[in-house]
């Protein structure tokens, strides 16, 4: 049982810092610990569950999606489309495919259709949409980052970087930007523009005292602005990146927790941030 906490370091976010970015703002599934996940593990892990919330309270009972678009593995990554009306969610799998789901007709219907299966050569681990078009983004193992129209029906780009991409997030002020987490050590964060759609416009990172590797439990968030990202670590150890300006290290890094941290997220507006770590504690940190 996790057990909440008061992290008693406020986090300053005042400290000076240099000149400012010239920006425009697999086949098989292997789960936790390498084990291989058993036929029964298999099934569930490439369904997709719908809760009714008076069927969860009155009956306890999960309603699972009868479609099985992915053909193999797990699947690795769920994001709803922020698609102008049309609710609609996509799934990354270990199959290299990318699904889009969309409403039904009925009650609890959710149809599937395949975005693309064969531009990845490895496993989807992240997938995203972007604001102001409709344009699913996703990357994997195979160190690509996708950039799919779906008005147009084909990638609009194909990036590929020199280590796996592990998730992708856009940026929730300027809808161009997105950052890529990557398997880099010391450049574990990529930042892209959609507009210039192959050119990186910067990196950030920070140097890991525990493991060298970089796992996708490590999550990043941005703040409500869109000019912050926090990010967990192997460490126990809570990153915070300004993207305003050019440096690659952390403008803050908080000792917040005993083992490592998954993620750190932002109140929408209030200055507080919580995060979650495999010390079992929950942390509540004021931002000052």
């Known amino acids: 049982m996790c057990r909440l906490r008061r992290a008693r370091t406020d986090i300053d ?3 000076q810092k240099t000149s ?4 425009s703002l697999g086949s098989k599934g292997v789960t936790r610990r390498g084990r291989t996940p058993d036929k029964r593990e298999k099934d569930l892990d490439s369904n997709c569950g719908f809760h009714n ?3 969860l309270f009155q009956q306890k009972r ?3 999606l009868p479609e099985k678009p992915h053909i193999k593995g797990i699947i690795n990554s769920i994001q709803f489309m922020p698609i102008a009306l049309d609710l609609c969610f996509a799934t990354g799998g270990s199959d290299h495919a990318v699904i889009l789901w969309h409403e039904g007709d009925s009650e609890n219907e959710w149809k599937p259709k ?3 299966r064969n531009l990845h050569s490895a496993a989807v681990m992240g ?8 344009v699913v983004l996703s990357v994997g193992v195979d160190k690509r980052i996708i950039g799919f129209d779906l008005a147009a029906d084909r990638a609009e780009f194909n990036h590929q970087i020199e280590t796996k991409c592990l998730s992708v997030l856009p940026n929730p002020s300027d809808f161009n930007l997105f950052m890529v987490q990557s398997g880099t050590p010391q450049k574990q964060l990529r930042l892209f523009d959609i507009r210039l759609r192959r050119t990186e416009l910067h990196s950030f990172g920070w140097k890991q005292e525990r493991s060298e590797s970089q796992s996708a439990l ?3 968030a941005w703040s409500p602005d869109g000019l912050l990202i926090s990010s967990g670590s192997a460490d126990p150890v809570i990153h915070i990146f300004d993207i305003r ?5 952390p403008s803050q890094s908080v000792q917040a927790h005993q083992k490592r941290v998954f993620k750190a997220a932002w109140h929408q507006s209030l200055p507080f941030l919580i995060s979650i770590s495999s010390d079992l504690n929950l942390g509540i940190h004021k931002i000052t």
């Open 127 to 134: 997938v995203a949409g972007l604001q102001q078009k409709k």
């Open 13 to 15: 976010l005042t400290r």
């Open 20 to 23: 400012k970015v010239e920006a």
């Open 114 to 116: 395949a975005v693309h």
């Open 245 to 249: 300006y050019d440096t690659h290290n």
């Open 53 to 55: 919330v008076m069927i």
């Open 62 to 64: 999960v309603t699972f």
């Open 218 to 220: 490590i999550n990043q």
